[in-house]
């Protein structure tokens, strides 16, 4: 298990900020996960306590606790320096559909234009590539995906959309994601994914966890369509593989 | 039923918050001015969690299907009773049939209404607080329901208490942020010495600032953001994430505004001034 330099810093009376190194890194994420893993076992139990992961950082949030940051800094030090790998929480790897066409792909040209890659190209790199959930923020179930192959990176748009579509599949740098609802945004859209990421009606709303990997393959509009009605009256669609992290 | 006859500008239904799906990126929701969302539901003895209605700057017209007692707080509405007007801060009995009005917009931005027992629409991830898509609408339309109990017997301890005037209050108390540190100490200088105007946009996920601090160039990873975050757009405006504020952003958290004064800041709108002090 690699350790990392982390930061304590305070984050307001209710939380506390725990940073490893800036960069974006799998043995970073799970390194971070390990620690939270951790922490749920010593003292910081789910009940008082949400945890919030995101790249090089965990927030510990505690609103009916006002945190003695000296103190707390001091114990999270010490439980960093203590911690072990529990039993490997499983992590999934979900396949996803995505509709890459046209009606959805409205700025597959564009994306076409800035890499140099044509339409069948694109479609075989952003199947082909797993990516990581980083982070999951923005939206509720907004999914922040790294591991974009270089050859497909495009910046984002100069002028935000007021009206992405729920669904959408876009493109932003080294990012990729899903639209978990109809929103304002600025990636670049290449498809459509007919599996609601976000369900507030089920007990578990989100699938998807930090740390899990996503891999998206292509559907026809036909089975987009038919994927849709599934969804609507229930039917799972979720295909996943566990994985140890 | 209390039924909506008219909608007013902007409506909800909110209790103090969904906590506990921050990390599937819910946002927390929960009235904006939380003391004056409490001081409601206390006159009633409402457990501090029952679910009032925050009413924005321009009321709703309500008719009440069943008899109930409801208390009034937060910013002053000009509530009517049956076309009387009642004072804020006050507890009254409806009866069936009943209707409560808003008139003049006399300080403040947000009032709020609780009934004995508190609104009962559904409780969705633990919380009855709007938030679209969480649940269905963001804000009450006309010719909407909001289910309640019916009370008769409830012996109000209070009636009436007095509190101030609400547009008083002009500073908010802060502690650093995460990325207090990035600011040059000229920025830092202008943050604490300013006066800032609170922007058109203003709602219930943030409040922009007009006046800018100059420009910076601190990239960081996204990360966790609170309701009362402050963050820095590179062009030096400021962002105070409030009740509805996205979980996690990616520009600098400078500051993170004391409770006390995300609750100050709710009942604030366009063109007032703020100040901003480090408590």
């Given at each position: 298990m690699n350790s990392y330099p982390i930061q304590i810093k305070p984050f307001g009376v209710h939380a506390v900020l725990i940073e490893w190194p800036n960069n974006i890194e799998r043995n970073i994420l799970d390194d971070i996960l390990i620690f939270k893993d951790f922490l749920l076992l010593n003292g910081f139990n789910d009940k008082a306590w949400e945890m919030v992961p995101a790249y090089n950082s965990l927030t510990l949030i505690n609103i009916h606790k006002t945190i003695d940051h000296k103190a707390i800094s001091i114990q999270l030090e010490k439980l960093y320096s203590e911690r072990k790998e529990g039993a490997k929480k499983k992590t999934h790897l979900w396949r996803l559909p995505v509709c890459y066409d046209a009606e959805f792909a409205i700025d597959m040209e564009e994306v076409s234009k800035h890499t140099g890659k044509s339409v069948e190209q694109i479609i075989a790199l952003h199947t082909a590539t797993t990516y990581t959930v980083y982070g999951i923020g923005f939206?509720?179930?907004f999914m922040y995906l790294g591991g974009v192959p270089k050859d497909l990176e495009t910046p984002r748009k100069a002028t935000p959309r007021l009206h992405v579509k729920k669904g959408s599949v876009g493109l932003a740098r080294k990012q990729t994601g899903i639209y978990p609802q109809d929103s304002p945004g600025g990636w670049n859209i290449i498809g459509n994914c007919p599996i609601p990421i976000f369900n507030s009606k089920k007990e578990n709303p989100c699938f998807v966890s930090v740390g899990d990997s996503i891999q998206f393959y292509a559907i026809t509009r036909a089975q987009f369509d038919l994927h849709i009605i599934q969804a609507e009256v229930g039917i799972d669609l979720l295909k996943k593989e566990s994985t140890s992290a | 039923m209390l039924k909506v006859n008219k909608s007013g500008f902007f409506t909800s239904v909110q209790d103090l918050g969904r906590f506990g799906f921050r990390h599937m990126g819910v946002p927390v929701s929960g009235a904006m001015d939380q003391a004056s969302a409490s001081l409601a539901n206390a006159m009633l003895e409402n457990e501090e969690n029952a679910a009032v209605l925050e009413i924005t700057m321009t009321g709703p017209l309500l008719e009440f299907e069943k008899a109930t007692w409801i208390a009034i707080s937060g910013a002053n509405l000009s509530p009517q009773l049956n076309g009387k007007d009642i004072e804020n801060h006050s507890v009254h009995k409806v009866n069936a049939g009943d209707t409560l009005a808003f008139g003049k917009h006399?300080?403040?931005l947000r009032g709020y209404l609780a009934v004995k027992n508190g609104f009962q629409t559904p409780s969705i991830l633990n919380s009855r607080s709007f938030y679209s898509p969480i649940t269905e609408q963001d804000h009450l339309l006309a010719r909407a329901e909001v289910p309640y109990d019916e009370v008769m017997e409830f012996e109000p301890k209070v009636t009436h208490i007095i509190r101030g005037d609400i547009d008083k209050f002009k500073t908010l108390n802060v502690s650093p942020g995460p990325e207090f540190d990035v600011l040059s100490g000229e920025q830092k200088e202008l943050l604490f010495k300013n006066k800032f105007t609170i922007a058109k946009e203003n709602n219930r996920m943030a409040y922009q600032l007009e006046e800018s601090i100059g420009e910076h160039t601190h990239a960081m990873l996204t990360s966790a953001t609170l309701p009362g975050t402050v963050q820095v757009t590179p062009g030096g405006k400021l962002i105070i994430l409030m009740r509805d504020g996205q979980t996690t952003g990616g520009y600098p958290r400078i500051l993170q505004l004391t409770e006390e004064a995300i609750d100050r800041l709710a009942q604030k709108t366009f063109g007032d001034t703020i100040s901003i002090k480090l408590s």
């Amino acid at each position: 298990m690699n350790s990392y330099p982390i930061q304590i810093k305070p984050f307001g009376v209710h939380a506390v900020l725990i940073e490893w190194p800036n960069n974006i890194e799998r043995n970073i994420l799970d390194d971070i996960l390990i620690f939270k893993d951790f922490l749920l076992l010593n003292g910081f139990n789910d009940k008082a306590w949400e945890m919030v992961p995101a790249y090089n950082s965990l927030t510990l949030i505690n609103i009916h606790k006002t945190i003695d940051h000296k103190a707390i800094s001091i114990q999270l030090e010490k439980l960093y320096s203590e911690r072990k790998e529990g039993a490997k929480k499983k992590t999934h790897l979900w396949r996803l559909p995505v509709c890459y066409d046209a009606e959805f792909a409205i700025d597959m040209e564009e994306v076409s234009k800035h890499t140099g890659k044509s339409v069948e190209q694109i479609i075989a790199l952003h199947t082909a590539t797993t990516y990581t959930v980083y982070g999951i923020g923005f939206l509720p179930g907004f999914m922040y995906l790294g591991g974009v192959p270089k050859d497909l990176e495009t910046p984002r748009k100069a002028t935000p959309r007021l009206h992405v579509k729920k669904g959408s599949v876009g493109l932003a740098r080294k990012q990729t994601g899903i639209y978990p609802q109809d929103s304002p945004g600025g990636w670049n859209i290449i498809g459509n994914c007919p599996i609601p990421i976000f369900n507030s009606k089920k007990e578990n709303p989100c699938f998807v966890s930090v740390g899990d990997s996503i891999q998206f393959y292509a559907i026809t509009r036909a089975q987009f369509d038919l994927h849709i009605i599934q969804a609507e009256v229930g039917i799972d669609l979720l295909k996943k593989e566990s994985t140890s992290a | 039923m209390l039924k909506v006859n008219k909608s007013g500008f902007f409506t909800s239904v909110q209790d103090l918050g969904r906590f506990g799906f921050r990390h599937m990126g819910v946002p927390v929701s929960g009235a904006m001015d939380q003391a004056s969302a409490s001081l409601a539901n206390a006159m009633l003895e409402n457990e501090e969690n029952a679910a009032v209605l925050e009413i924005t700057m321009t009321g709703p017209l309500l008719e009440f299907e069943k008899a109930t007692w409801i208390a009034i707080s937060g910013a002053n509405l000009s509530p009517q009773l049956n076309g009387k007007d009642i004072e804020n801060h006050s507890v009254h009995k409806v009866n069936a049939g009943d209707t409560l009005a808003f008139g003049k917009h006399i300080d403040g931005l947000r009032g709020y209404l609780a009934v004995k027992n508190g609104f009962q629409t559904p409780s969705i991830l633990n919380s009855r607080s709007f938030y679209s898509p969480i649940t269905e609408q963001d804000h009450l339309l006309a010719r909407a329901e909001v289910p309640y109990d019916e009370v008769m017997e409830f012996e109000p301890k209070v009636t009436h208490i007095i509190r101030g005037d609400i547009d008083k209050f002009k500073t908010l108390n802060v502690s650093p942020g995460p990325e207090f540190d990035v600011l040059s100490g000229e920025q830092k200088e202008l943050l604490f010495k300013n006066k800032f105007t609170i922007a058109k946009e203003n709602n219930r996920m943030a409040y922009q600032l007009e006046e800018s601090i100059g420009e910076h160039t601190h990239a960081m990873l996204t990360s966790a953001t609170l309701p009362g975050t402050v963050q820095v757009t590179p062009g030096g405006k400021l962002i105070i994430l409030m009740r509805d504020g996205q979980t996690t952003g990616g520009y600098p958290r400078i500051l993170q505004l004391t409770e006390e004064a995300i609750d100050r800041l709710a009942q604030k709108t366009f063109g007032d001034t703020i100040s901003i002090k480090l408590s």
